[in-house]
């Protein structure tokens, strides 16, 4: 079930005491963690705690109150939005909605990275992006309106704009909520792929058999704090286990 | 009750006052982006498109209805003094100094505001905003420039185009329903209207051009709460850009004439 952790435990990125508040309601009360090279971290913790908000951090595109964010041993709290580029072009963003382009066909949406930052060609463009539509099952959608495809359709797409730039990290925002079983194992067949191919991701998710198939380790995160980090049969060997009352919907 | 309007006031002031520095930092990071690279040609032009080519018609029937008013209106007023020859000089000046610019672009800061304001606004909402930014890109030099571009080029030409519509319709009144003589019409005009009054006239709108864009992206990019937000924002930023361009109206007036007419 949990493959076996690389021993080569370099670490490349770190959360170190992350506050942050939204007017007066305190979310995050110092969140830390790190994420090992290689290694798939799932990010569990109820609806509102603060999830996508650690997984936007990671990009800058949320400051902190106070606390850091290292990607790879640089602090991203101090960067602006110039800076910053250089760790979105190793770092990806699958967003919960796709947050795709609607004034842009899915094939101008996945050309877009592309375009704004490799000189590749429009036919190796074009090569590339039948591929990644054929992995994804949505060959033949090149010229259709993001607005015409389904919502699970769209995540997908939205999925492979944020991995056609091969990043060395992947942050995975629910990508399997709203999917269908037969996609919801493809899209986790893919990020295993991508695991293979040495990414490093970090997996927010409410879905535990994806969890549970594609984590390392996995981090409780509940009032504001990190509860419990560690592969699944850690938390599980727990007196009282955290993760058991989570995944049995009692409270943590 | 004294205190409660006292702290509203004050909270309405702050609010304000934070508007005004984001504003101000939306303003500073355009000019810093502005010069360097990538430059999105064809946004650009796409842009002028849409805020441009498609604002002809609105730009036709507001110059050329106003034009014929007024031509009717001081042709029925000045009649009664057999002032009516005096209809092509007064009508023309007034066109192409205030007439056609403020109003060509109140009406461009409706149509144009409100819709760089909700696309930006719905941009917002559905996170596209931020997948411009997360995957490594400006949304100031992709969605922002361009449009304060293309509104800097597209809103004086429709005006210097509004000059001539809002002419040309009070020439049809002034020959139609005043009797005048076409030639007489526009020979007054030419030897009224000089070079300084259409430059003046035009440069306003450069200002106004800057005002519609350059507030009705600071409210799309700044919605809060959704689809509703959306049109708060949208509102805000028809009812902002008309204010300014009335107000700016009158100190870009008096700072012509002191730099013109001296
Ligand atoms: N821009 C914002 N303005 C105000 N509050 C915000 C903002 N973004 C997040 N929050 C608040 O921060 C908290 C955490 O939000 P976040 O979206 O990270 O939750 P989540 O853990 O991802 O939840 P879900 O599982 O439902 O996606 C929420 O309570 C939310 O109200
Ligand atoms: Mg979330």
């Given at each position: ?26 979310v ?66 699958v ?53 015409a495809?389904s ?41 295993l ?24 380790r ?35 | 009750?004294?205190a ?14 934070r ?28 842009q002028?498109?849409?805020?441009g ?26 009649e ?35 819709g ?5 606004g ?136 002191l730099?013109?007419?001296?």
């Amino acid at each position: 079930m949990t493959a076996p952790m690389t021993n080569n435990s370099e670490i490349v990125a770190e959360f170190k005491d992350f506050r942050k508040s939204f007017g007066s309601k305190e979310v995050h009360k110092g969140v830390s963690f790190q994420l090992k090279k290689g290694e798939c971290l799932g990010l569990l913790g109820g609806s509102g705690q603060g999830k996508s908000v650690i997984l936007r951090s990671l990009i800058g595109l949320e400051k902190p109150d106070s606390g850091q964010v290292l990607i790879e041993g640089q602090d991203i709290v101090p960067m602006n939005e110039e800076q910053l580029i250089e760790i979105r072009k190793k770092v990806a963003y699958v967003f919960q909605n796709g947050a795709l382009f609607d004034s842009m066909s899915v094939y101008e949406n996945l050309a877009y990275p592309l375009r704004a930052h490799t000189n590749m060609q429009e036919d190796e463009i074009r090569q590339r992006i039948r591929e990644l539509l054929a992995e994804f099952g949505l060959s033949g959608n090149e010229q259709v309106s993001p607005a015409a495809l389904s919502g699970g359709m769209q995540k997908r797409v939205g999925l492979a704009r944020s991995i056609i730039m091969q990043p060395k990290i992947v942050l995975y925002d629910e990508p399997t909520a709203g999917l269908d079983p037969y996609n919801t194992i493809r899209i986790q067949e893919m990020i295993l792929r991508l695991k293979a191919k040495g990414v490093s991701a970090i997996f927010v998710t409410h879905d535990m058999p994806s969890a549970f198939a594609v984590c390392d380790r996995i981090a409780l995160l509940f009032e504001g704090r990190i509860q419990a980090v560690g592969t699944r049969e850690q938390l599980e060997q727990q007196p009282d286990s955290k993760l058991t009352r989570f995944v049995r919907g009692l409270e943590v | 009750m004294i205190a409660d309007f006292a702290t509203s006031i004050g909270a309405r002031m702050l609010t304000v006052a934070r508007a005004t520095g984001s504003y101000g930092l939306l303003f500073s990071s355009v000019i810093r982006e502005f010069p360097k690279r990538p430059f999105y040609f064809k946004l650009t032009v796409e842009q002028i498109y849409h805020i441009g080519i498609k604002s002809i018609g609105i730009v036709f029937v507001t110059a050329f209805s106003t034009g014929m008013v007024m031509a009717l209106q001081f042709g029925l007023g000045l009649e009664k003094f057999g002032g009516k020859l005096y209809v092509p000089k007064i009508v023309s000046l007034s066109i192409v100094r205030e007439i056609a610019p403020v109003f060509c672009s109140l009406m461009l800061a409706a149509r144009v505001g409100a819709g760089i304001a909700s696309e930006l606004g719905s941009m917002t909402v559905t996170q596209q905003i931020d997948a411009i930014r997360a995957l490594g890109t400006s949304p100031i030099k992709r969605v922002v420039i361009p449009r304060i571009l293309a509104c800097l080029i597209a809103v004086p030409l429709l005006a210097a185009i509004g000059n001539f519509i809002g002419i040309a319709g009070a020439l049809i009144v002034g020959v139609s329903e005043l009797g005048l003589d076409p030639m007489f019409f526009v020979q007054k005009v030419l030897t009224t209207v000089v070079i300084t009054d259409f430059v003046t006239g035009c440069l306003k709108t450069f200002f106004f051009a800057f005002f519609i864009s350059v507030t009705s992206c600071y409210f799309g990019l700044n919605v809060k709460g959704g689809t509703q937000g959306v049109g708060n924002a949208t509102r805000a930023a028809v009812v902002t850009s008309s204010i300014m361009i009335l107000i700016g109206d009158f100190f870009l007036t008096k700072a012509f004439f002191l730099m013109f007419e001296k």
